[in-house]
């Protein structure tokens, strides 16, 4: 049964996810609007306003998923090179978390340094970077000052087993880069086998190996990579912005987190519904959309990968339980 405490979670979880994809279509109506530039700064002042009253480790993982998600998005597309700042950009909201918070404050105020780099942009995209230094530096402006105040002391994830790997800010963050390698190799892999007609033999290898890769990793480092992932295959269902597909990523997200509060199994919950999911008749992703998201464009690949997921994270449960 869910505590208050877990309710409480629930409750702040979904305020941040509302919070930052809320602004990234602000962001994206002033843009189309032609008013981004004078919208800039009260924007910035706004995202600062509704995360300013959170605590501080939740408040350090808001500004590491608003950073990821709004810094990393805003040119996504335009050009090969924005896959770059995207890579930086996710790095040091990785290392946000678990190193410190000056990588959050330093992605702020050094993307404003990227928006001055001449490109070509779409003409809707022109005011961008002139924004992007106003806004940008709002709130990098108030994570310096919140860092200086020593707020966030306290504040970053560290390893509760005692291993030396994990004791230290750059362990933990290079064992989370090293599971993100993962995570976007199996996204490629994924994507790359989606519209072949024997991607229904791959899914259930593919599923095995990604689970394999993370036995080394603790057993908390092991939670908070299925609750990361959880979070991120729920994306898949919102892919046609259809409002049943988008209140289920929303769903998937709550799970993600609540699973990481009570039991694996909640996961493997998830992740069987996922699987079954696949064979809901609806629009499907693109091919390109595909590559990006590691989407299983054939519903019986999909449903063997999501159930194959959903088995070993049983026995996770069931290991964990009995650790």
């Not at 199996?186 to 994507?191: A, L, R, Y």
């Not at 070993?312 to 009995?322: A, D, E, I, V």
Request: net charge neutral; hydrophobic share 55%.
């Amino acid at each position: 049964m869910l505590t208050r405490k877990d309710l409480s979670i629930l409750l702040v979880t979904l305020y941040i996810g509302t919070v930052t994809v809320g602004f990234s279509y602000l962001i994206g109506f002033a843009t189309q609007a032609g008013i981004l530039i004078p919208a800039s700064i009260p924007l910035g002042v706004a995202l600062v306003g509704l995360f300013a009253w959170l605590s501080p480790r939740i408040q350090l993982t808001a500004w590491a998923v608003a950073t990821a998600w709004l810094l990393s998005s805003v040119y996504l597309g335009t050009s090969d090179i924005e896959y770059l700042m995207l890579i930086l950009i996710v790095v040091a909201a990785i290392a946000g978390v678990f190193w410190s918070p000056w990588f959050l404050a330093g992605a702020w105020m050094i993307h404003p340094l990227w928006d001055l780099i001449p490109r070509n942009l779409p003409d809707h995209q022109h005011d961008l970077p002139c924004a992007c230094l106003l806004y940008d530096l709002v709130i990098g402006v108030y994570l310096i000052f919140r860092i200086r105040a020593k707020f966030f002391d306290g504040a970053i994830v560290e390893s509760r087993d005692g291993s030396k790997m994990f004791s230290t800010g750059l362990g933990r963050t290079s064992a989370a880069l090293m599971m993100l390698v993962v995570l976007v190799v199996q996204i490629f892999i994924v994507g790359s086998l989606s519209m072949e007609s024997y991607s229904l033999w791959f899914a259930a290898p593919v599923a095995i190996a990604l689970a394999v890769s993370t036995l080394w990793l603790p057993t908390q480092g092991q939670k908070l990579f299925w609750s990361a992932f959880t979070a991120w295959t729920g994306m898949t269902f919102a892919h046609s912005g259809e409002m049943l597909e988008i209140a289920v990523f929303g769903i998937m997200v709550l799970l993600a987190v609540i699973g990481f509060r009570r039991s694996p199994y909640i996961w493997a919950g998830a992740w069987i519904f996922h699987g079954l999911w696949h064979f809901l008749p609806r629009q499907h992703l693109s091919h390109d959309a595909a590559l990006l998201m590691g989407h299983w464009m054939d519903p019986s690949a999909g449903a063997v990968f999501g159930v194959s997921i959903g088995l070993y994270l049983l026995w996770f449960g069931w290991k964990t339980k009995h650790a």
